[in-house]
């Protein structure tokens, strides 16, 4: 299962889309090149202090900076940022789980130890033959990890906000509302975005699949005659009113106790 996308609980999959490969070599080639600066400024850092050193703690340093600069720094730069590099975040790109929620260290050492074989010292060809004939674009590190990149700088297909259907603001300002996993989120989302370009038919199964699964996360259910496209709206409305609103909650208390941000650029004056 380690290629398949968001499976709903009735065996539906609904795929997120991966990355295409020239964005992929785009963002890795501005990776390579910042670790290619690392380790040249590690390398005259040690020429200024490496004077005392014999030839076998030369060679100890030389690995010491090797394992910083192409393992242990894209580890961390990816842990930290949940998915994201230089280069990935120039090229609008992120590294997901297979069930695209966030990655750990595991994932992101997993995918830093395959890179030097199959990127650094092979000049990239197995990263890119990997990458061409598999689905989602994986390379090697990706199949050992249960990763993969997803393109997140899309342009906006659908500018109009989300708003609930008018015979389920009632019900759905009422309701219990759970936050959604985020891999089921990201399926709901990308289902109502592309909604247009699949066949009505395809789209009302995949809809009913997910509202079967959104369900569990609702109480009390939508009134009878709702259909699954409808209560996909609402409740993906319902959850983005709620979080706007916790969030300007949170502003107005953080703003009373810590006063201004000095940062907050303020409105021009008349």
């Not at 989602?136 to 609930?164: E, I, M, N, S, W």
Request: with cysteine.
């Amino acid at each position: 299962m380690a290629d398949r996308g968001y499976v709903t609980s009735e065996a539906v999959e609904l795929d997120i889309p991966a990355a295409t490969l020239p964005a992929r070599i785009g963002g890795a080639l501005i990776d390579a090149f910042v670790i290619f600066c690392a380790t040249v400024a590690g390398l005259f850092l040690w020429a200024q202090i490496g004077g005392d050193f014999d030839s076998a703690a030369q060679r100890a340093l030389n690995l010491i900076l090797y394992i910083t600069t192409v393992v242990v720094l894209p580890t961390v730069v990816e842990t930290l940022t949940k998915g994201r590099s230089l280069g990935k975040w120039a090229t609008g790109l992120r590294v997901v789980r297979d069930d695209a929620g966030p990655i750990s260290m595991r994932h992101a050492l997993t995918r830093a130890l395959a890179a030097p074989f199959e990127m650094y010292f092979t000049l990239g060809v197995p990263a890119v033959i990997a990458s061409a004939t598999n689905r989602k674009g994986k390379r090697f590190g990706d199949l050992a990890a249960g990763t993969y990149v997803v393109r997140v700088r899309q342009k906006d297909t659908d500018p109009t906000p989300v708003q609930t259907p008018p015979h389920l603001q009632a019900w759905a300002q009422n309701a219990d509302v759970a936050a959604l996993p985020i891999s089921l989120a990201v399926a709901v989302r990308t289902l109502l975005a592309g909604s247009a370009s699949i066949s009505p038919a395809q789209r009302d199964h995949l809809a009913m699949s997910l509202a079967h699964d959104v369900l569990e996360f609702v109480a009390p259910p939508p009134p009878a005659g709702t259909t699954a496209p409808e209560l996909l709206w609402a409740v993906q409305a319902e959850r983005r009113r709620r979080d706007e609103i916790r969030l300007q909650r949170d502003d107005a208390l953080r703003a009373r106790v810590l006063g201004t941000d000095p940062l907050q650029p303020k409105p021009p004056r008349l």
